[in-house]
Antibody
């Protein structure tokens, strides 16, 4: 069974940094594209970032471009999201999720396996 | 940015009834639309991809239709576990995916 488990959330002051981790079990990260998605009462569901399995290209929502960095450690089956220059409107539950694959076709950026999420609160 | 507008905001039905949820895009998105179900305290669950294809393991009572700007999720006969919030998502432009604001399906 494929499982994802996020960690690293917490309370941080505006302008601060956090590094989120997502531990994957039951799948090889190198074979799947992965995403971070956040959810807040104010903005709802918002795709944040993605990393492609083949080649490792990375992509970001305009709202986080230049401040967040997605990366992965295939050997340790862990996905990361480095978040810098945090703002109050980054407050949300952050989910890591796997891009849906059906019959070897990758459906960027639909997501079929999600973690339980980790909460990030940006406040002074 | 492509905006997805879901209606109604809340839908009140009884088990066994048919549910019809709508998602309208601010511009044509071909058939690049997915539907998710989210229960309280849980992550979203992928139900339908590319407008009308059921994801792996999704029951046949869930079906999707539409193309261009107007899309529908239909649940043919509601089960008690179907009462949740439903979101649509479009993926027309690379790395510019967006979600709708959700429809809450509640027990009448």
């Amino acid at each position: 069974e494929v499982q994802l488990l996020e960690s690293g959330g917490g309370l941080v002051q505006p302008g601060g940094s956090l590094r989120l981790s997502c531990a994957a079990s039951g799948l090889s990260l190198s074979n799947y594209s992965m995403c971070w998605v956040r959810q807040s009462p104010a903005k709802g569901l918002e795709w944040v970032s993605g990393i492609i399995a083949s080649g490792g290209s990375t992509y970001y929502a305009d709202s986080v471009k230049g401040r967040f960095t997605i990366s992965r450690d295939n050997s340790h089956k862990t996905l990361f999201l480095q978040m810098d220059s945090l703002r109050a409107d980054d407050t949300a539950i952050y989910y890591c999720a796997k891009v849906y694959v059906e019959v070897s076709v990758h459906y960027y950026f639909y997501m079929d396996v999600w973690g339980k999420g980790t909460t990030v609160t940006v406040s002074s | 940015e492509i905006v997805l507008t879901q209606s109604p905001a809340t839908l009140s039905l009884s088990p066994g009834e048919r549910a019809t949820l709508s998602c309208r895009a601010s511009q044509s998105i071909n058939s690049f639309l997915a539907w998710y179900q989210q229960k309280s305290g849980q992550a979203p669950r992928l139900l339908i991809y590319d407008s009308s294809n059921r994801a792996t393991g999704i029951p046949a009572r869930f079906s999707g239709s539409g193309s261009g700007t107007d899309f529908t999720l239909t649940i043919s006969s509601l089960e008690p576990e179907d009462f949740a919030v439903y979101y649509c998502q479009q993926r027309t432009h690379w790395a510019k995916t967006t979600f709708g604001q959700g429809t809450r399906l509640e027990i009448k």
